[in-house]
């Protein structure tokens, strides 16, 4: 199974995301969850202390790493556009509660649009985990889509995008789902996160095709708790773990 979860910051996609990758792991599946999201929180809500957070270097930020895949240094503007970057999520990640995480970090290109070595290094190493043919993969990710190329996005399983009740998060999906559809990606899901009552439900059912709609996440105290204590959802929130786990049934089922 390959998940990509996608949306704007502070909708849940983090939670999801976190809570996907250990139920996967409680059945004794190989995990690997992959923070692709430039505000990188998947470790906390994995279950990991900020310490244990604070002390993880992204894969973006590794220079010499870098220097070493793409042949790129100071003198040299000829580079790799493939390295070999296989062998590195085993090397790099680390363990939390069953789960591999892989902080791949961001890239500052200053607004050029530039192919610099690091992207290129994130990229290869995103077209990587699709081809770890037994285990399960989960992409937490922002809400574009620049690190996935036509290939990759064509080899996930699934495509989700996180929204809340509101017409802006709704906005999100339609452009997810357009930048999804340059890539080949026809079939994006959607969980509904935040929901308060049965007016946000009817919202979302008449904002999102039903067969689009994977699950409702409702509003949780004990989630948002969690995040303010630094613990995982996972850990704190029964109710959410038993909404996200019917989720993962209809997932499985496609």
Known sequence: MKVAVTGKGGVGKTTLSSTLARLYADEGRTVLAAD????????????LTQEEVNSIVPVSKMRDLVVERTGANASNTFYKLNPQVSDLPDKLAKDCNGVKLLVMGTVDTGGSGCVCPEHVMLKALISSLVFRKDDVVVMDMEAGLE????????????????????????QTYEKVKKLAADLGITDVKVVANKV???EDEA?????IPADALLGILHYNPEVIDADRRGLSPYDVSPAMVEEIRQIKARMDQN
């Open 36 to 47: 692709v999201d430039p505000d990188a929180n998947l470790g906390l809500a994995l279950g």
């Open 147 to 170: 690190h996935l190329g036509r290939g990759t996005a064509s080899m996930m399983d699934q495509f989700i995008v996180v929204i809340e009740p509101g017409a802006r998060s709704v």
């Open 203 to 207: 919202f979302i059912r008449s904002s």
């Open 196 to 198: 308060r009552d049965a």
